[in-house]
């Protein structure tokens, strides 16, 4: 870190403070009193309330920002960490947060990074479920099974996915197509639909729209609030 600063400070390497701010999304969860809320650091650029915003494959428009004492500011400078309100739906920790022009960009760049997101999912239309899972594996039919995992925060899915890799045997292979802090909403059925997946949420809850979709979709829907739980149905389910 001092050789980095002492090269900074001797070719005057600086952030430009005038741009649209750029950040990484350190942390996020859903706050019951405040939405989704963001943690993140300011790389370049200054982050400022009322600027339209993009993360990752959500949207919104700056609330407010907090800074380390959760005293509300106006704005955030480069190298400045601070929380930010005002997004739709939980971001996950690695997204780049970008401020943008105006909502119209906003809402262009999430619907492509979703549908791009919705292809990736492959091209199996069909629906798991746990329970027919080991019929499959029995057939021979089944070589993996995907989930989309959402929890309640970011820090959660680390030791879940570390988990869940533990339980791949030789015949199925576990594939997380997605995992995200907040609740599980349609966008997470949709895809879950249009890859043969297995939704999962742990310490989460599902929205009333997403529920009605997993009735349409027939998608399966699992909800959990011990982890052993979780890892001993997917566990039961690979080993019949």
Do not use: C, W
């Amino acid at each position: 870190m001092e050789v980095i600063l002492l090269v900074a400070d001797l070719q005057e390497l600086r952030a430009n403070p005038k741009r649209r701010a750029v950040g990484t999304v350190i942390e996020a969860q859903l706050d019951k009193g405040r939405g989704p809320v963001a943690t993140v650091v300011v790389q370049t650029g200054t982050l400022r309330v009322g600027d339209p915003i993009v993360a990752g494959a959500t949207m919104g428009k700056v609330k407010a920002l907090e800074n380390a004492a959760g005293k509300r500011v106006p704005k955030a400078a480069p190298a400045s960490a601070v929380v930010v309100l005002g997004l739709s739906d939980v971001p996950e920790a690695g997204d780049i947060l970008r401020a943008v022009s105006d909502e119209k960009e906003a809402r262009t760049i999430v619907e492509a990074r979703r549908a791009a997101a919705t292809a990736r999912g492959g091209e199996q239309t069909g629906r798991a479920t746990l329970e027919d899972l080991y019929r499959q594996i029995q057939a021979g039919q089944a070589k993996e099974l995907r989930i989309i995992l959402k929890a309640d925060v970011s820090g959660s899915l680390g030791a879940i996915t570390h988990a869940l890799d533990q339980l791949a045997t030789d015949e199925v292979k576990l594939n997380v197509l997605h995992e995200g802090a907040g609740e599980i909403t349609d966008n997470d059925i949709l895809l879950a639909s249009a890859s043969n997946a297995i939704v999962v949420g742990f310490n989460t809850k599902i929205t009333d729209t997403a529920r009605r979709a997993a009735e349409t979709e027939k998608v399966d829907v699992r909800m959990y609030d011990i982890i052993y739980q979780l890892t001993d149905d997917i566990e039961k389910a690979l080993s019949g």
